[in-house]
């Protein structure tokens, strides 16, 4: 059973305007999430994370929302650039879990020059 | 440079023949993961080690194996009863199980069955 989803798995953007990914989870014990970027036959790369304690996160041009009530969070990129086009997933972890964690589908995010 | 290193970046298997994926890290932490990534699939667990001579089953194990010996390494057996190998395979590692930290990855290795 997945408990981490990305429901959308592609989104295009215009460049210069907000790109918007978002995530839903199940488990109502993570208490940690993070966004990963993953361009193709690479490793994925770190971006932002937040904890349960926050409801939100900002890094220059990302932002990650948590809203705990309705289990969703979102990343939001602005403004947009080419260089953003990659592939965006979302994962959460819980303590009482080991630090495991649980990984959604991935949304695709092309930039548009 | 601080990282991990996953070794071949493309590996192919003969049926019925067991192969190994190399993952070493210099970032000094703790626990190291395997996961297999199928296309338009996220990430799925192997196994994970929280320390040295330890590790966990994650969801999908059967078929495979690892080993840990050595803080910095942890190999991944894939065998001939993996019945359907073909994936892309990501290491990661992060300080430890009692941290809200960041897993770190590797750039993966290919696996496909000739």
């Known amino acids: 059973d997945q408990q981490v989803k990305q429901n959308s798995p592609s989104l295009s953007v215009q460049e210069g305007r907000i790109s918007i990914l978002n995530c839903d989870y199940t488990n109502s014990m993570f208490d940690y999430f993070l966004w990963y970027k993953k361009y193709p036959a690479e490793g994925p790369t770190f971006l932002i994370s937040?904890?349960?304690?926050?409801d939100k996160n900002e890094d220059g041009r990302f932002t990650v929302f948590l809203n705990k009530s309705a289990k969703h969070l979102s990343l939001h990129i602005v403004p947009s650039q080419p260089g953003d086009s990659a592939v965006y997933f979302c994962a959460a972890s819980a303590r009482n879990t080991g630090n495991q964690f649980y990984f959604g589908t991935g949304t695709s995010l092309t930039v548009i020059p | 440079d601080g990282g991990i290193t996953q070794s071949p970046k493309y590996l192919f298997r003969k049926e019925g023949q067991n192969v190994t994926l190399s993952c070493e890290q210099n970032?000094?932490?703790?626990?190291m993961y395997w996961y297999r990534q199928d296309p338009g699939q996220g990430l799925r667990l192997i196994y994970y080690?929280?320390?040295?001579?330890?590790?966990q089953k994650g969801d999908i194990a059967e078929g495979y194996s690892v080993s840990r010996e050595k803080k910095e390494s942890f190999p991944l057996t894939v065998t001939s009863a993996q019945k359907n190998p073909t994936a892309f395979y990501l290491c990661a590692s992060s300080r430890g199980k009692d941290s809200n930290q960041p897993q770190h990855f590797g750039d993966g290795t290919r696996l496909s069955i000739l």
């Open positions: 080690s929280q320390i040295v001579n330890d590790f």
């Open positions: 937040i904890s349960s304690i926050k």
């Open positions: 970032l000094n932490h703790d626990a």
